[in-house]
Antibody, heavy 117, light 107 residues
Framework: EVQLVESGGGLVKPGGSLRLSCAAS????????MNWVRQAPGKGLEWVSS????????YYADSLKGRITISRDNAKNSLYLQMSSLRAEDTAVYYC??????????WGQGTLVTVSS | DIQMTQSPSSLSASVGDRVTITCRAS??????LAWYQQKPGKAPNLLLY???RLESGVPSRFSGSGSGTDYTLTISSLQPEDFATYYC?????????FGGGTKVEIK
């Protein structure tokens, strides 16, 4: 059974940093592109970042470019999102999603990031 | 960036109704379109990809069609478990973009 489990969310002050993690199981992690997608409270879905299987291709949403870094460790079946200079508008549930190759066939349950003083 | 415009943003329907949701891309996306269903407090769930291909395990009352810039999701006979929010997503080019969502409510 495919499972994606996010962690690392929480309350952070404006300007702060956070590292999100996504633990994958039930499939060959190294064979899939992986993504982060976020959803602000009561709002729609927003793609955040993508990373290809061997890290050769990495893409970021303009709204977050320069403030986030996506990475993966295929040996640990894990995906990461390092976020810095966080703003109130970054408050959202952040989902880890498997891509096949660029639509999302499995999603984690999400981790809530709240940016507030 | 490719903008995805969904309509309507919400609709009320009854069990058994036929429901159609439209998604329009700001440029042609050659069927590189997926549809998702999301229920409150849950992660989205993939329904269709390549505009019309049904994901494994998704009921056949869901169907998709379209070409070029205009695409539709149809639910042939709405069931109680179908009341949810639906999103389209283009994967023709980066950045990947979603439509604004269509909330399907009970009439």
């Amino acid at each position: 059974e495919v499972q994606l489990v996010e962690s690392g969310g929480g309350l952070v002050k404006p300007g702060g940093s956070l590292r999100l993690s996504c633990a994958a199981s039930g499939f060959t992690f190294s064979s899939y592109n992986m993504n982060w997608v976020r959803q602000a409270p009561g709002k729609g879905l927003e793609w955040v970042s993508s990373i290809s299987t061997s890290r050769s291709y990495i893409y970021y949403a303009d709204s977050l470019k320069g403030r986030i870094t996506i990475s993966r460790d295929n040996a640990k079946n894990s995906l990461y999102l390092q976020m810095s200079s966080l703003r109130a508008e970054d408050t959202a549930v952040y989902y880890c999603a498997r891509a096949t190759p660029d639509y999302f066939d499995f999603w984690g349950q999400g981790t809530l990031v709240t940016v507030s003083s | 960036d490719i903008q995805m415009t969904q309509s309507p943003s919400s609709l009320s329907a009854s069990v058994g109704d036929r429901v159609t949701i439209t998604c329009r891309a700001s440029q042609g996306i050659t069927n590189s379109l997926a549809w998702y269903q999301q229920k409150p407090g849950k992660a989205p769930n993939l329904l269709l990809y390549a505009a019309s291909r049904l994901e494994s395990g998704v009921p056949s009352r869901f169907s998709g069609s379209g070409s070029g810039t205009d695409y539709t999701l149809t639910i042939s006979s709405l069931q109680p478990e179908d009341f949810a929010t639906y999103y389209c997503q283009q994967y023709y080019s980066n950045p990947l973009t979603f439509g604004g969502g269509t909330k399907v409510e009970i009439k």
